[in-house]
């Protein structure tokens, strides 16, 4: 009795009969290796082609039939067709009426046409639910399971049956479905795919030109003055000294530009009194790229890292400090050990290394299944208590090191100080603000503000700041 | 007739018809954010306010009601509301008699209330279903879709209907929803966003009692020593020689706690003759954190290892090389190249090197993503034999280390050997241990008892280890 | 109304009603765990025991019954009994009839029976669906919830409404479930567990046969050449000396080896002018494991980067630069600054410095997690381009390196060049056809194949290369 009860009861459309069968229409690279997988999964598969002979190529199990005979077989139809030819589907609106199309076509540049291809889809056959989807997977990964890339479907749609549908098939094909809700987002689904990196764009371009300036300054201190002056030739410092000169001060100037945006946004809210303000667009794209910032400092820190260790196998450094040695003997002068000498320099490396490491603990934590399983709490302690203390460090690291060169006579070279000043500036105006923001008095009405109090209230917030989440 | 068929069957709820109402009383941070995201996942949302003509702020799209008149439009009320202004709720039971309500809230402190917030509110409106979910999402995450930290969404509730139903929504917002099963559950997952790194807090504070014991142990010895001694002041090794010298210290006898438990298990186990008995609770609790510990060891092995590598720039180890040569001319003595210093010394290098090499490995497998494409077979492969292979070099590399240090004169001081004698102390114990373990005969033993057998079997588990899995 | 309507739409089996009770067959560890995680997600659990009396060690909450009376209570039994006692459930084939049978074992060895032990199941009791699913998951994760390694459970069964049913159960335990397909599919899922990195298999052991090729290579030109007509004892390289030459070399070709394939598959598809014929089959097992040599020779390039900084703290090494000194002192010689030496040492070291941080991000990039949160377009940007930048820079690295040995008179040893002459073999064939490869002209030609154009086309292909996708 409880079993012929189970057995009737529907769980879900394709379980309670036999898998459901799917339709692909266009015999392409990607509609094979979708069929292929598909047919792995146990869903029958009908292909639909102008030319329904020829299915060398296709995988098998499968059934060839024209278009408007494999569409009258099933309920979702898989359009592996290039948006140019979708035009013969007209022919066959009154077969895909009230079907599932799902449209899994990609353009070769971002906003190819005014709409996107599945709302073109839509426009042509209006009968028809037609869905987005698939079109971030590649036929390659499909074909060979080497899913090494994104297993995320972004799906999209107007009709949710049929959404649910093709996030069921998504499913049951071992990927992620994830519903970016009307077919209005299809646009933007398609984008997806021709994007690179854009998240990475302006950090990846702010630390070249960094980069850039810096390299020119250090030439000019460091090559082109000694050259001028006293006619060395200093050009092999271009290989390692002047890079790990750049990419030190690139790692901490951008560190620092990290934690910029999240001071000037407290200025503005202590500012404006209130928090219900929206920021500049140029802060808000700032803030959200914060990550890439640290990312790329990160980069740049680990290089600073190697080309220091690198330092004692350089043939200059060794013939340097040969001929030191030489020196000593030949003039027979003493060189007393200086403890404050060792002092500082130990305590630079000191500061360096645990700067460092601090550095590459933000870095292991921001990768996504680490930070996957921490929770806001703790992601917030790790990225603002840890970062800041990083960023002290490094700051201290810098600082140090220079308490050395101001002993320094030849410290100005063309009315240029050395390169690490320039390294020191942003990131002691982040800590000096943050040190003044972080005081008592300061502090309290910040965080009454973040808590939803404002200085002239409006009725509707200053009720919300009390009683809502 | 095929296409009629397909629309009528009702696939689940919120797919036969256009997407269902979400009510969200509240008009805060949280609860905007999140009629923000279900407006864009194609949700029509209404809030339920005290004060419904204000709805500046409140996200486009959204309808704001009278909290009763809200209620009435959706099954699904999402209580945006501190837990201290849930009160207001008794006055709508009516209303909200059979509703879905979502529990969202969350303490300032861990067990702020004897029972849970959802609890709470499900003894306030009887009637209704409650399901505490969203709790551990951001507002700032939800909104900005920069989902860094957890996309995981913990629900529980009495009612299974209900859960599933939240369920789906958190699915549709594109997060992970987790059943965490009844209501009991809820105020484990209020508790879960504000715990901090709760399963780190033992290892963090076992290497901190353990590094400040080691250094101060140093400071005597490396220190203290020669001032009293010899007058010299050695400060500065403070900076990098000592640390130098507590972190291989810490990484090598936190690395050997990893796999204490392990080893102490096995005796218990062959002690007691059966698997059929709970190990003590500090065991238990002991063998859950051996990742952490053994990934704040890997911590103490990378700064040990970038403090060794970085030696040679240091200015006190120059002034002594230099030096040294220098005496060497000066005194005219020879100095023959002794090939088992050479042999010892590249042994001790390279030792430590692939001691650290298969560390990082065994860190890098430790990460969620990585762990999570292995089999249990493969985890334990190399989480047991890597890592004992590891814990073997790097004994072997102190051991090594050791071997130059016995010949020197000055072995003791104030009765206290070097600091690295210590290090080898519990390594030595696991492995001389571990060794005696895997000889056959008690091998044979422990394998026997893991599979179930038993020294005086009780007639449950003899039958069972024979036949179950 | 409308709460009825709510209330009486069943939305899924378990849903409108409490949650269904599970069975289990079998009292060992892995179904008292699982036993223990259902009660705990709110699942009524019965266990069916042929002593049903004794449940000392069974989870709190769950009912022992003989295994006809815990058949009876429900339609979900897991059948946690190893496959050579499945015999006595032919005795109960009327109490199993239309039952959802879940068969969770695993065997000893790989491919131990002719037929998957699920379909010896289905066998046994034809009337029941039989599911496979949980066997990759371990009792000890289950119970302590320490679940590092997979959250993955591989699904597979004939009867989609049981396959979906067992799905639910696994997602409402926090799992993941995968659809394998029908049970055809149980053979392979039961061999998973017993696998043992079976893709890594092949670059490793190519890397131990190369690598011991090098070490002996080494051996004989710098330990035994050395010995035999200088009769000096050099064999304390065999610790880093020697290494540090092996690893590069292993790391420069098993890079080289990543894209080689990729090279042979262009030159083929050019020869046969049509993608549409399958690659021989080793060269499409050897596509599939680039990522794991790219990996392993990450590795061999970590290895070589720590040996290389750690040649200053050497005992050889310190020894060499002081008796250098020393000679020079003596012989009152005077050592000149060659800048190109300079130029040369610096270039070759920035060299390898920069293709090791491009390899690192390589390697972070092909951390599944990172991989997933980039589109195809980005995996293969990185892929692509930066990892034929990396192998660029790393041959540049070997080739400046030799630029100063070319000069050494002492080149060739018993006719054997230096090691590193070995290394730039295999990169610099690969460059040199790559760079043909790009040549506007063939380039054309490939990209067109690549779009589906073929030389002699047969119709199909000519025809789906033009408008399918």
């Given amino acids: 009795m409880e079993k012929i009860h189970t057995d009737e009861l529907p769980l879900t459309t394709n379980s309670s009969e036999k898998q459901e069968t799917v339709c692909i229409f266009g015999t392409g690279d ?104 698939f079109n971030t997977i590649s036929a390659w990964a499909l074909q060979s399971g080497a899913l090494d890339a994104s297993r995320q479907v972004f799906v999209s749609g107007n009709d949710s049956t049929a959404k649910q549908r093709v996030m069921d098939l998504v499913r049951a094909l071992g990927l992620t479905p994830l519903d970016q809700g009307s077919l209005v987002a299809a646009k933007e689904i398609e984008n997806y795919p021709l994007q690179l990196f854009p998240m990475w764009r302006f950090p990846l371009r702010l630390s070249a030109v960094l980069c850039l300036f810096l390299f020119l300054y250090c030439v000019i201190r460091d090559v082109i003055y000694p050259y001028v002056y006293e006619k060395k030739d200093e050009t092999f410092r271009l290989a390692v000294s002047i890079p790990n000169r750049v990419f030190p001060i690139a790692a901490l100037t951008l560190l620092a530009l990290v934690y910029l945006p999240g001071v000037i946004a407290a200025i503005l809210q202590l ?64 060189s007393p050990f200086i403890p404050s000498s060792a ?55 810098t600082l140090v090191y220079g308490g050395k060169k101001f ?53 509707s917030s200053a009720l919300n700041g009390k009683t809502d989440i």
């Fill in 30 to 133: 990607f509609g094979r290796s979708l069929g292929f997988k598909l047919l792995q999964c146990g869903y029958p598969v009908v292909f639909g082609s102008r030319n329904p002979r020829m299915s060398s190529l296709l995988p098998k199990g499968a059934e060839v039939l024209s278009h408007s005979e494999a569409a009258q077989k099933s309920d979702i139809i898989i359009i592996a067709i290039h948006r140019e030819h979708y035009d013969f589907l007209t022919e066959l609106t009154e077969v895909l009426n009230g079907k599932i199309l799902v449209d899994i076509s990609n353009n070769l540049k971002i906003n190819q046409y005014p709409e996107s291809n599945a709302e073109h889809l839509a426009q042509l056959v209006p009968g028809a639910h037609v869905v987005k989807a």
């Fill in 343 to 397: 002092w500082l320099n130990d305590a630079y490396v000191s500061l360096g290394i645990l700067g460092f490491f601090l550095f590459v603990l933000l870095g292991i934590t921001s990768l996504p299944s680490v930070s996957n399983t921490v929770n806001w709490r703790e992601f917030r302690f790790v990225q603002s208590k840890l970062g800041y203390l990083t960023l002290i460090l490094c700051t201290a690291h």
């Fill in 271 to 334: 500012y404006r009194g209130t928090k219900y303000r929206r920021f500049p667009a140029w802060l808000d794209h700032w803030m959200l790229c914060r990550k890439q910032l640290g990312l790329v400092a990160l980069g740049f820190a680990f290089l600073h890292a190697i080309y220091t260790l690198v330092i004692p196998i350089r043939y200059y450094v060794r013939w340097r400090l040969k001929n030191l040695t030489v020196t000593q003997v030949i003039t027979n002068k003493d």
């Fill in 407 to 459: 002993l320094n006579p030849s410290f100005l070279r063309w009315c240029l100080p050395s390169a690490y000043v320039l390294a020191l500036i942003i990131p002691c105006t982040v800590l000096v603000i943050k040190f003044i923001l972080i005081m008592p008095c300061i502090d309290k009405t910040l965080t009454r503000i973040r808590q939803g109090w404002e200085r002239n209230p409006k009725i």
